[in-house]
């Protein structure tokens, strides 16, 4: 298994600004996902972060709304660009190795309510 | 693409009532099963997963599930439930091909009434 961090845990912003989650793991793992979990809803999946080269985007989803960063094993993340009411979700960090196949861990989430 | 339904959005049961919650999915391949549950406050756990093998599975605190793979069914049991399994439930379904993603079920809120 994995102990994953978020920060922040929840925010409050403003419309047009922008926010920045962060995703941390206590080890390496080979995968790292992002889903968004709108209010009342299941998860869905946003992108998976990959090591050293640009996320694979789920459809619906864009780069540069949801630009993500990867730089190694254990940490990723999300930002969520030119924000909007509509982006007013739970932002979930997961984690997955290749021993654990499709086994997922889920961070705690960032609960983030746009004005 | 696949799909993952989850036919009961919300149910409510008494303490020591049996549970039953329906999932099914659209893929015909290969497919990799899981149960998970929030519970009000916290992130999301695992509860029990299906790889291979045996299809009745047993899961964290009593809890079971067993694949049906004619109906593509992966319905989760619990034969008696208590005030504390008051949470949401995700059915999610793994396609190998896919990698690791994971599609999950619209979820299924419980209260168990005391």
């Known amino acids: 298994s994995a102990v994953i961090s978020q920060k922040p845990s929840r925010d409050i912003c403003q419309r047009g600004t922008s926010l920045t989650i962060q995703c941390q793991v206590d080890s390496q793992v080979t995968m790292m996902f992002w889903y968004r979990q709108q209010p009342g809803q299941s998860l869905t999946l946003i992108a998976t972060?990959?090591?050293?080269?640009?996320?694979?985007?789920e459809s619906g989803f864009v780069i540069d709304k949801f630009p993500i960063s990867r730089p190694n094993l254990t940490f990723s993340t999300l930002t969520v660009s030119n924000m909007s009411p509509e982006d007013s979700s739970i932002y979930l960090c997961s984690v997955c190795s290749a021993g654990w196949w499709n086994e997922q861990f889920f961070g705690p989430g960032t609960r983030l309510t746009v004005l | 693409a696949q799909s993952v339904s989850q036919h009961n959005h919300h149910v409510i049961l008494s303490e020591a009532a049996s549970l039953e919650l329906g999932c099914n999915y659209s893929y015909g391949g290969t497919v990799n099963l899981f149960w998970y549950v929030q519970y009000p406050g916290q992130h999301l756990q695992l509860l029990l997963k299906y790889f291979s093998g045996d299809p009745l599975v047993k899961g964290i605190k009593g809890f079971e599930a067993e694949f049906i793979k004619s109906k593509f069914s992966f319905n989760l049991r619990k034969p008696s439930v208590q005030w504390s399994d008051t949470a949401e439930y995700f059915c999610?379904?793994?396609?190998?091909?896919?990698?690791?993603?994971?599609?999950f079920g619209g979820g299924t809120r419980l209260m168990v009434k005391p």
């Open positions: 999610a379904v793994g396609d190998g091909r896919a990698g690791n993603m994971l599609t």
């Open positions: 972060a990959n090591q050293g080269s640009e996320a694979t985007y």
